[in-house]
Every structure is written in structure tokens, then in C-alpha cells.
């Protein structure tokens, strides 16, 4: 669900995202460039991938077709700040020889770096490129926009987590992120050791990706309008 266990962690990687972000935070213009991809391009400061916002609500619909939908779910892997986040992750669950419990080492961090990764991978696959596909949902999430209350935008936000538009443009239960996100979760029991696929621990883990997945949404509603606040960026097109 939008790589919700990585955005959860945001706190701690905005540090990293000072140091690689740099100016980056106000640079180029919030508007799609003409012929490009259906995807937003512009990070959440400076560095955080946000390919999934529709920034304007305001813009046409146009459904993603099943390629770009596939095209999302690996943007979304591959991108090197989640890779780093994953990386960090790892790290973090080091500590402790907290969840997956692969021990200490750093034999033991590369298997944590690696399922956290799988895990990010897989329910990108199952959520916006399987699931999005099968139940023809879109995986992306459109913005409410500035001309809203801001409780209600919040409300919204974290609503989108159990609503999704469907490709026809309606309204519907967002079956192909919580089932992808479920799934997801399910098929780390291939690759987690027995220790970390208790009942409670899966129940920890649906929760912070629920967690991850509100924190997202709302970075991606607000976000445009203080980059705009605070950077003085014109507000030219918000995809």
C-alpha cells in the first residue's frame, strides 16, 4: 500500500533527505511536462517519491492502462530513495534483533535489507500492478486540493486508504490495496524466520502499514500547498 512501512519511517530518514535533497526542495515547477509520463515526478521534499499524486483535482481523468500500472508498481521499487530506506530499515530492526528476527551480524543485516526490499516489492506487485489490473482500480491517489477545509482534506486522505477510483472514474472499496497490501504480508512468511510470523507480529505489521499508508496520503495532499507556503513556488499545474 504504497510502500506504506517505509513512509512510516519518514522521521527518520528526513536527516538523509537534508543531505541529498539540498535546494532540491523548491526547484523546478509543480506542472507536468507536456508528453511525459501520467505519473507525478516532483518529491516530496526534494527527494521523497510521490509518483502515485494526482496533484490538480481539477485535471481530466484518464484511467492508467494496464502497462502503467505495472510501470508504477516497479518506479516505486526501484527508486533509489525507498531502496535507501529500505536500507536503513534494516538497520533500524538491527538494533535489538527486532522484527524479522534474523539475528545479529551483518550477515543478518543483509537478509533483513533484503526482505525489507521484498517486501516493499511485493506489494507494489500485488497492489497497483496485479490487483489494480485484475479489479481494474487506480492505484494513484488524487488530491482533494487547497479549495477544501483542511480537517475535511485530512479526512479524505486517510479514507483513500478503504476507497479507490475505479478506472471507469467511480468511487469503490479499495479491495486492490488492502488485499495487495494483505498478500504482501502474507508472502513474507516464504522468506521471514519462524520467530517473526506469529499472528501478533503479522497483526503489527497490517497496522503500521495502515499507519504508513495515512502518513503518505497526507504528506501528498499537503505537501504542494507548503512547498508553495514556504519555497514561493508558482502554482502553475499540480498534477
Not at 526547484?27 to 496533484?55: K, Y
Request: glycine share 10%; aromatic share 12%.
Amino acid at each position: 500500500m504504497r510502500g506504506a512501512w517505509i513512509r512510516i519511517r519518514f522521521c527518520a530518514v528526513v536527516a538523509a533527505s537534508l543531505l541529498v535533497g539540498g535546494g532540491a526542495w523548491a526547484q523546478n515547477s509543480e506542472g507536468p511536462i507536456p508528453g511525459a509520463d501520467p505519473f507525478n515526478e516532483q518529491r516530496i521534499f526534494g527527494v521523497m517519491p510521490d509518483f502515485q499524486t494526482v496533484r490538480d483535482p481539477s485535471s481530466q481523468f484518464v484511467p492508467l492502462t494496464p502497462r502503467q500500472k505495472w510501470d508504477l508498481a516497479l518506479k516505486e521499487t526501484v527508486d533509489p530513495f525507498n531502496i535507501a530506506s529500505a536500507a536503513m530499515a534494516a538497520g533500524f530492526s538491527q538494533t535489538g534483533d527486532q522484527t524479522p528476527r534474523y539475528g545479529e551480524g551483518w550477515q543478518a543485516y543483509g537478509k533483513r535489507f533484503g526482505a525489507a526490499q521484498a517486501d516493499f516489492a511485493t506489494q507494489n506487485f500485488f497492489s497497483a500492478g496485479l490487483l489494480a489490473c485484475l479489479l481494474h482500480q487506480d492505484p494513484r491517489y488524487y488530491r482533494r486540493g487547497p479549495a477544501s477545509p483542511i480537517l475535511k482534506r485530512a479526512v479524505y486522505s486517510v479514507s483513500r486508504l478503504v476507497i479507490a477510483r475505479t478506472d471507469s472514474g467511480k468511487s469503490a472499496f479499495n479491495a486492490s490495496g488492502i488485499f495487495g497490501m494483505a498478500l504482501g504480508i502474507a508472502a513474507s512468511n516464504l522468506y521471514y524466520p519462524t520467530a517473526s510470523i506469529r499472528g501478533e507480529v503479522m497483526a503489527g505489521r497490517v497496522m503500521t502499514s495502515l499507519n504508513g499508508g495515512a502518513l503518505g496520503n497526507l504528506m501528498s495532499e499537503f505537501w504542494p500547498d507548503l512547498q508553495r507556503k514556504f519555497f514561493h513556488k508558482k502554482r502553475v499545474s499540480e498534477q
